[in-house]
């Protein structure tokens, strides 16, 4: 491998978590200092973190998984999954999928370490539902 490749590689892991991180923090301080007293833009940033640490917690245990069927490219995915998400897709993931989702499972997931085991339990079930038909 080159080496203009390698610090290619190199810029794009540590960019990812600049942008994912960085950039996003900044908005988000910058929104806080704002005087403006509702812009949208606190409801925009509080979106974009709870997207964010979800993709963050999920990625930590399907990375390996990733790497191997990316070959190579996870970097660069991942650079692009954190650009889209502080372009407007936080928003959509979390008011499309996640508040649905949350909706659905919150009863369970407030009563605590036991009410998670339940839940975790009940999509396992469906999964292995699903692999039978």
């Known amino acids: 491998m080159s080496t203009f490749m390698r610090l290619l590689d190199a810029g794009v892991y540590y960019s ?3 942008v994912g991180f960085g950039y996003a923090a900044l908005k988000t301080f910058e929104t806080l200092q704002s005087s403006e007293e509702d812009t949208g833009l606190d409801k925009k940033w509080l979106q974009y973190w709870v997207v964010f640490a979800l993709l963050y917690t999920l ?12 070959f190579g490219q996870y970097h660069y995915v991942k650079f692009v999954a954190v650009i889209y998400l502080n372009t407007g897709g936080a928003q959509l993931i979390y008011n499309k999928h996640l508040v649905p989702l949350i ?15 339940s839940t975790v339990g009940k999509g396992i079930e469906k999964m292995n539902e699903m692999k039978k038909d």
């Open 16 to 18: 990812s978590d600049v």
């Open 59 to 70: 990625e930590f245990f399907l990375a390996p998984i990733l790497g191997i069927f990316l």
């Open 103 to 117: 909706q659905q499972h919150a009863p369970d997931l407030l009563k605590g370490p036991s009410g998670f085991a």
